[in-house]
């Protein structure tokens, strides 16, 4: 039994919904006042008005269109299908929840991070309907209920009458304004027709030339009496018109409307000139066609122009990708000797040597590192003024990228004597969407700057939250130090490209003076601006703003591997590598692991030993002569799907990676490499991939995938045997039944049932920790929605079968 001071807010409540309506003739601003003020009274997360299309007079009139929703960035699709018992339901109940186990909830799944919740359908009469979500762990969905929907009825049926008049509104002007504009359209016409140059042509309703003025003879060279009585295309058109533009306008012509077209045409000489035509229907009071009216602009020389302008364009495209190449080329041939440089010096710094070696050493060191950053702000300043640096939005965990980047700088700062600090704002979520990398490399050339201009004080890195949304945030990002300073006339130019404070300081700091403009340009790309403040001898500040969705699903930090180096001790590796010195600082780096090592000087050396020797792995350079490391990949995985094959590159890396999937590799480290990085990729393939050979190269062998893991399993079960044993086992009458059920589908071409059938089998993979088919199934989910390629299918069923005919064997073997 409600309260009477229940009853009196919900009146209340009610009182506000019903004062949302009528304050504008706008469809769009009518819906948007209405949902925002139901929304924020009972908490909803998502909300959608839309309308039938046969009220907006759009095609498919059973379809609905959304007209408004909140927050619009979760919106998917625009459109809209009810089910048939679906919409018969709805009109009979006025309001229908749908929650996550019920049969609808995937079909109407069309929002962005929605995964688990409640879905709320209320209709509005004789117009369309409301859509509502709240998510699993809302606490509002409760009180949601069909006594709170009853109670809206009357509203909504005011809000049915308020987007009825909106709609009629926008016809009424809509009709008026076409009005104005003919009358406007025929006053031009008439005027045209005395004054214009141009070609001014009558025709009757069947496209026959009645009337045409001098500007018509002047352009095409025909009298009046020869063009009289004939279709203007007989008349000039010829060979090289464009046969599909020419079907345009007939199309157009024959459905009696006004268009405009670009069109060759040919003089009475035999001349080409283009023309850009409008025509325009005429009718009489009754409505009926009775004349065309064509105007026809001459525009040769523009066209061109256009030519020109093109041929400029390509001729600068190609010495873009000419300037890319040399780029890459230098990379490459600088790299190589790089890395063996940094590799060598890092095996010498392991031997004894006496301090003044050590200083050398370390500027050797220092130097080569210099060195490499110098090529990479190079590289990445011509990909950003190229076009061809693109940002990505994909996971990320912004906590772990600022203390990587603290981690990484302070020794720099000690090594000064100055403090480096992390002020980081605690409601910040750390589970982001967007390009972890490229933020992370903004971040690390600032902080960088810092030190380097700091000589006492401290440098501060904090991250302030600015907003923040249920499914996103905007964050701002400074970087202060108490160095130098910028004078006022620097920091007007200091974000330009190779410039620094002055000449002075590239000698004595180093560096391109490309650290801040290559900021400045990652940080719009990724939609925000970079700002700064400097006072001489005081200090310096650095800072942008951006926006990031947030992570619905962040993905839980695997935990550190406690997995030992000695691992690696007599593993075979195959080294395909040309340059010698790089061999040599592989070699001993390798064997220092314990691991053998075997080296082809070329891909076809490498190929050839391969076929003859047993390798745990390949470390495959790109560059080489008589055949290069892609060739001789895609040669070894004709024989050899499962061997892991990590590119060692020194070619820039972005511009290559699809190649590199592409040839079969499974990863690629650039050079030069650190050590442990190399360490670090070569146990985690490795420890995956397990081959055993019987003496002769031939022979079959066994593989064994490291696929699934009862763990989860055995800690729901409390460490019961029997059950575990049974579930196990009910897996495997699953597993048969789904890969039976795959590929009848796929014959059948029926992607939704494939669809259903991966949803079915997601708890289960996540029960066995069947990680390697997450992503697999995930994509299955949703081909359908996606209209993924009959290949890609293809290859994604596959891939599901032979992980489960590995994972059903192993475990009937286990229960023997």
């Given at each position: ?158 809000l049915s009458i308020a987007l009825q008049s909106c709609l009629l509104h926008n016809k009424v002007i809509t009709e008026t304004e076409q009005k104005n504009k003919y009358q406007k359209e025929i006053k031009k016409l008439a005027l045209v027709a005395e004054k214009t140059d141009n070609a001014i042509i009558i025709t009757d309703a069947k496209g026959l030339i009645e009337w ?67 025509i325009q229907p005429i009718y009489d009071d009754n409505g009926l066609l009775i004349n065309f009216i064509a105007v026809e602009s001459d525009i040769t020389d523009r066209k061109n122009k256009e030519v020109e302008l093109n041929e400029a364009k390509e001729k600068a495209e190609e010495s873009g990708r000419i300037k890319q190449e040399f780029l890459s080329v230098v990379s ?157 006339k620097m920091q007007k130019i200091i974000f330009e490209s190779f410039t620094q404070e002055d000449s002075s300081l590239g000698r004595k700091y180093g560096g391109t003076g490309l650290g801040l403009s290559i900021s400045q340009k990652l940080v719009s790309l990724m939609g925000g601006e970079l700002k700064l403040t400097s006072q001489e001898n005081v200090g310096t500040k ?275």
């Open positions: 039994m409600e309260t009477k001071l229940e009853i009196v807010r919900e009146l209340s409540l009610l009182y506000e919904l019903s004062l949302s309506i009528g304050g504008t003739l706008d469809l769009k601003k009518t819906s948007e006042d209405f949902l925002k003020v139901w929304m924020r009274q009972k908490n909803i997360d998502f909300g959608s008005i839309w309308i039938k299309n046969k009220h907006l007079d759009l095609e498919n009139p059973n379809q609905f269109s959304l007209i408004f929703a909140h927050p619009h960035f979760l919106v998917i699709d625009q459109t809209e299908t009810l089910p048939d018992d679906f919409a018969d339901t709805l009109k009979q109940q006025k309001a229908i929840q749908v929650n996550t186990e019920d049969t609808y909830f995937q079909y109407f799944k069309k929002e962005k991070n929605i995964k688990s919740g409640s879905y709320w359908f209320l209709e509005i009469p004789n117009l369309g309907f409301i859509k509502f979500f709240f998510y699993e762990k809302n606490p509002s969905q409760k009180s949601f209920n069909l006594r709170e929907t009853k109670k809206t009825e009357k509203v909504l049926g005011k045409a003025n001098d500007g018509f003879m002047r352009i095409s060279g025909y009298t009046i009496e020869e063009a009289i009585g004939k279709t203007p295309g007989s008349l000039l058109q010829g060979p090289e018109t464009n046969q599909e533009t020419i079907a345009y306008i007939r199309n157009q012509i024959k459905e009696e409307k006004s268009f405009r077209a670009e069109l060759l045409n040919y003089s009475k000489t035999g001349k080409k000139y283009w023309i850009e035509i409008s490459h041939e600088i790299r190589t000797p790089l890395n063996g440089i940094i590799g060598m010096s890092n095996l010498l710094q392991k031997t004894q040597l006496s301090p003044q070696q050590s200083d050398y050493l370390n500027t050797i060191q220092i130097s080569s590192e210099n060195l490499s950053l110098i090529i990479n702000s190079i590289l990445d300043f011509s990909k950003i003024e190229s076009g061809l640096l693109n940002i990505q939005a994909i996971p990320f965990n912004l906590k772990k990228i600022l203390q990587n980047i603290i981690n990484s700088n302070e020794f720099k700062a000690e090594q000064k004597g100055l403090g480096l600090f992390l002020k980081l704002d605690p409601k910040v979520d750390s589970h982001l969407i967007g390009d972890g990398i490229r933020l992370s490399q903004v971040l690390l050339n600032l902080i960088s700057n810092a030190i380097k201009f700091t000589i006492s004080g401290k440098i501060e890195l904090e991250i302030r939250l600015v907003s923040k949304m249920n499914n996103a945030l905007v964050l701002e990002f400074i970087v202060e130090d108490t160095g130098k300073g910028i004078p006022d650095v800072s942008f703003i951006l926006g990031f969705p947030i992570n619905q699903e962040p993905t839980s930090l695997p935990e550190k591997s406690t997995v030992s180096d000695n691992v690696l001790i007599g593993k075979k590796i195959l080294l395909v590598e040309d340059n010698t010195m790089n061999q040599f600082f592989a070699q001993k780096l390798l064997e220092g692991w314990g691991i053998k090592v075997d080296i082809a000087n070329n891909g076809k050396e490498g190929v050839d030993m391969f076929g003859r020797k047993h390798y745990d792995c390949i470390l495959m350079d790109i560059q080489m002569p008589e055949m290069d490391g892609f060739q001789a990949t895609k040669i070894i995985r004709q024989e050899n799907k499962y061997i892991p094959i990590i590119a060692l590159t020194a070619l820039s890396v972005e511009e290559e990676a699809d190649n590199f999937k592409s040839a079969g590799m499974n990863d690629y480290i650039t050079k030069p490499f650190e050590a442990e990085y190399l360490k670090k990729k070569l146990i985690e393939y490795m420890l995956v991939y397990q081959s055993y050979s019987i003496s002769s190269p031939k022979s079959k062998q066994i593989i064994t995938v490291q696929t699934y893991n009862n763990s989860l399993l055995t800690q729901m079960m409390k460490g019961n045997q029997v059950q575990i044993r049974q579930m196990e086992q009910l897996f495997v009458n699953q597993a048969e039944e789904v890969m039976k059920q795959m590929h009848q589908y796929f014959l059948l071409e029926n992607w939704k049932e494939i669809g259903l059938i991966a949803h079915k089998l997601k708890a289960s993979i996540d029960m066995l920790q069947i990680t390697n088919l997450k992503q697999v199934i995930r994509k299955l989910e949703s081909i359908e929605k996606n209209k993924t390629e009959k290949r890609v299918v293809d290859e994604l069923i596959n891939n599901v079968t032979e992980t489960l005919q590995n994972v059903c064997l192993l475990i009937k073997n286990s229960h023997k």
